[in-house]
């Protein structure tokens, strides 16, 4: 079988995961070298999925603990935008079915900026509700980022159009009247509800730092998303701040 096809049409077949078992085995004795790559590559592909399942499976644990306790409706929670010199804080909460299946998912921090925006629409088309809290650099300035986080997450857990029954947050305690809550350490790596939080906080601040630099272009937003990289801050001690600047944190305290 392997020799009436092209090693190009073995390929496509591969990929589209159409071969038998059958068809696997007599491939593995073609002794053509662009055969042998790909069924080589085929099998990688297979491990590879099998691992993202695997670390699916392992990232559900806290839900399916939570489902298991009778809960329907859980909120992870994370938020993006602590450490930057400039731009807000930005939290997330997203209540996803119970039969999601999003492998691959991880720390937004962790994925590239193509995953990540992909993961972002898919979140946003199967969540049951999600909703997005937004805390200003003057904010920040005035109560702290500590409880400027805490605060974009509330404000993104009273966004919901579905009230939570629980909610997982991304490290920080959370006391909620009206429901039960898990703050998780590192939970945007171990929790399929708080990764696809820190997803959309990530990709909503993100574009809101592309939307700044198209204001102030020196600081080059685009790139260091209000981060104190060499460049931003040499743009600070060339140009100044701009109104978007955090005055609380150093070096601009300093300053």
Avoid: W
């Amino acid at each position: 079988m392997g020799n009436k096809q092209s090693v190009a049409e073995i390929k496509a077949m591969l990929a589209e995961g159409a071969a038998s078992a059958e068809q696997i085995d007599t491939l593995k004795k073609d002794d053509r070298k662009g055969v042998q790559n790909a069924i080589e590559q085929y099998f990688r592909n297979i491990a590879k999925q099998e691992e993202l399942i695997k670390q699916f499976d392992q990232m559900m644990v806290f839900e399916r603990t939570n489902y298991q306790k009778g809960k329907k409706r859980i909120a992870g929670v994370d938020e993006v935008g602590r450490g930057p010199l400039a731009g807000p804080v930005v939290a997330a909460a997203v209540i996803l079915p119970e039969d999601i299946y999003l492998p691959g998912i991880n720390d937004s921090k962790k994925m590239s900026k193509s995953s990540r925006e992909a993961f972002y629409h898919q979140i946003k088309e199967q969540a049951i509700a999600y909703a997005i809290g937004v805390i200003d650099n003057v904010e920040i300035d005035r109560i702290n980022i500590y409880q400027a986080s805490i605060k974009a997450m509330q404000v993104a857990i009273n966004g919901l159009a579905s009230e939570p029954d629980h909610l997982l947050v991304d490290a920080v305690p959370l006391d909620h009247s009206f429901c039960t809550s898990d703050a998780i350490i590192k939970g945007d790596q171990k929790s399929v509800s708080i990764a696809a939080a820190s997803i959309l906080a990530k990709v909503t601040r993100d574009g809101m730092m592309q939307h700044f630099h198209q204001e102030y272009p020196h600081y080059q937003f685009d790139k260091n998303q209000g981060y104190g990289t060499k460049a931003h801050l040499h743009a600070i001690q060339t140009h100044g701040i701009t109104p978007i600047h955090r005055q609380s944190f150093a070096p601009i305290k300093a300053e």
